[in-house]
């Protein structure tokens, strides 16, 4: 679950939370998230100082045989990453030992 300064809890209403995961923050302090479920990743807005809510609008499937790690490094391209959270750093990892 994303945790900002320690307080924020992180909301899903098209997202079933037990499969969300935080993935990281992009370079414009935007939080990515992962939804195993549904294999897609999206952005995260905060609809107030402690609270961060998925935009399903945003959502980017991932294409059939392309992993997480792949979509972290594709996103952190278009994006930039300020931090990854312990997946993201994992999964990018991943992507890193497959080279």
Same mark, same amino acid.
């Given at each position: ?9 992180? @909301? ?7 499969? %969300? ?5 992009? *370079?414009?302090? @935007?939080?990515? =998230?992962?939804? *195993?479920?549904?294999?897609? %990743?999206?952005? &995260? ?5 402690? @609270? !961060? %809510? &998925?935009?399903?609008? @945003?959502?980017?499937? +991932? ?5 997480? &790690?792949?979509?972290?490094? *594709? +996103?952190?391209?278009? =994006?930039?990453?300020?931090? +990854?959270? *312990? =997946? ?6 991943? !992507?890193?030992?497959?080279?």
């Amino acid at each position: 679950m994303y945790i900002r300064d320690g307080s924020a809890r992180a @909301t899903f209403d098209e997202y079933s939370e037990g499969d %969300v995961e935080y993935v990281g923050s992009t *370079t414009e302090g @935007t939080p990515m =998230f992962f939804d *195993t479920a549904s294999r897609s %990743v999206f952005k &995260g807005e905060y609809d107030d100082k402690e @609270t !961060v %809510v &998925g935009r399903p609008e @945003t959502e980017r499937e +991932l294409e059939d045989r392309a992993s997480i &790690g792949e979509a972290i490094e *594709t +996103l952190g391209d278009e =994006f930039g990453w300020e931090s +990854l959270s *312990t =997946f993201g750093r994992e999964h990018a990892r991943d !992507v890193e030992n497959d080279e």
